[in-house]
């Protein structure tokens, strides 16, 4: 089987799969979340290290956008209007980029999906509401484990295609 439809049909049973668990069920998991950090992962190489990175990345850039949401959330400066939640970005998303040189968080894409993901969640539906909860809607905890999961299901996607591949080889 040529490698990219081995690919394309992994991820597509796979992708299937990630959705009707985050769809279907109640555990609060977020499909778009996953999808991003599984497109991180092939986009930071596909491979152990790409995995880490994405990983690494992408919660970091979680834990960063969080903050930000806790700091817009219970640090209100009305004064200021639009201005406080630009500063509060601008002083945070510095954070996720000043860091790049340390191995795990280099690849500056992969931590600005997590924050970007983070805050979508956030200011959308109700997220910013919940950045204390103990529970899926918060979006620390909904989005990071989302995003973890998907650059897993990134990583298993490569490797059942690899094994596709191999299995088609030997027969042909």
């Known amino acids: 089987m040529p490698q990219l439809v081995a690919l394309s049909l992994s991820i597509a049973v796979l992708g299937g799969i990630w959705a009707w668990v985050c769809l279907g069920t109640s ?46 959330a219970n640090v209100p400066i009305a004064a200021l209007g639009a201005l406080w939640p630009a500063i509060v970005i601008g002083a945070t998303v510095f954070l996720l980029v000043i860091v790049a040189s340390i191995e795990q968080l280099s690849v500056v894409p992969a931590n600005v999906y997590g924050y ?25 905890i909904g989005v990071g484990v989302s995003m973890v999961i998907g650059a897993v299901l990134g990583m298993v ?8 591949t191999k299995k088609a080889a030997a027969t042909a």
């Open 116 to 140: 970007a993901a983070t805050a979508a969640y956030g200011v959308s539906g109700g997220g910013i509401a919940n950045v204390t909860a103990a529970n899926m809607t918060n979006p620390l």
């Open 157 to 164: 996607s490569g490797r059942v295609a690899g094994m596709l």
């Open 27 to 72: 555990i609060g998991l977020i499909v778009w979340a996953g999808f991003i950090a599984w497109g991180c992962y092939f986009h930071t190489g596909g491979d152990n290290k790409a995995l880490i990175k994405t990983i690494c990345g992408n919660v970091y850039g979680v834990i960063i956008a969080w903050i930000a949401l806790l700091i817009v």
